[in-house]
T-cell receptor
Framework: GNSVTQMEGPVTLSEEAFLTINCTYT??????LFWYVQYPGEGLQLLLK?????DKGSNKGFEATYRKETTSFHLEKGSVQVSDSAVYFC????????????FGDGTTLTVKP | EAQVTQNPRYLITVTGKKLTVTCSQN?????MSWYRQDPGLGLRQIYY???????DKGDVPEGYKVSRKEKRNFPLILESPSPNQTSLYFC????????????FGPGTRLTVT
């Protein structure tokens, strides 16, 4: 079956530090890949997505590139802010069974001023 | 405003007392899902629906029921809740053919004593 593995957290960084959260996946075919963010006390919201190999998703200074050769979709940001403190989830879905989604365990990011 | 709503937001109940958590979306989305979020386990899919009267099991369906009689609504039913169903529940919806990015509700915090 499908699976998503995220780097273990929590992650604590100082403001303006570089962020990488690793995500690797196992799936047959060509899944769509997503990063969702959950701010304290809220539901998840889409941060960025990529639907085919070599696509780069980007939003709010965050980026992730769909690497089929390494089955990875690592999240990066060049300079984090305190307001980026949240839980980040990597996820996938497949168009052949789009209702079925698989999420990683989530990585908690805390950014200190 | 496009949104997914859930009710109630908070619920404390006792073992064995049937309950229903409602979910409604106003975006005319075909796909809807229920997830539970538990510490250290990330987000796990309970059930999903591809359209009216079409539902399927996710990864952790035991102890839950769903129905999809109308496109906008997707209630989650716990016929006989148990303490191991204490969790944070999220409903989500997505549009068919739009890479299936999901829109999440605000969550329902359920405690079963």
């Amino acid at each position: 079956g499908n699976s998503v593995t995220q780097m273990e957290g929590p992650v604590t960084l100082s403001e303006e530090a570089f962020l990488t959260i690793n995500c690797t996946y196992t799936a047959t075919g060509y899944p769509s890949l997503f990063w969702y963010v959950q701010y304290p006390g809220e539901g998840l919201q889409l941060l960025l997505k990529a639907t085919k190999a070599d696509d780069k998703g980007s939003n709010k200074g965050f980026e992730a590139t769909y690497r089929k050769e390494t089955t990875s979709f690592h999240l990066e940001k060049g300079s984090v802010q305190v307001s980026d403190s949240a839980v980040y989830f990597c996820a996938l879905s497949r168009d052949t069974n789009a209702g079925k989604s698989t999420f990683g365990d989530g990585t908690t990011l805390t950014v200190k001023p | 405003e496009a949104q997914v709503t859930q009710n109630p937001r908070y619920l404390i109940t006792v073992t064995g007392k049937k309950l229903t958590v409602t979910c409604s979306q106003n975006m005319n989305h075909e796909y809807m899902s229920w997830y539970r979020q538990d510490p250290g386990l990330g987000l796990r899919q309970i059930y999903y629906s591809m359209n009216v009267e079409v539902t399927d099991k996710g990864d952790v369906p035991e102890g839950y029921k769903v129905s999809r009689k109308e496109k906008r609504n997707f209630p989650l039913i716990l016929e006989s809740p148990s303490p191991n169903q204490t969790s944070l529940y999220f409903c989500a919806s997505s549009l068919k053919g739009q890479s299936y990015e999901q829109y999440f509700g605000p969550g329902t915090r359920l405690t079963v004593t």
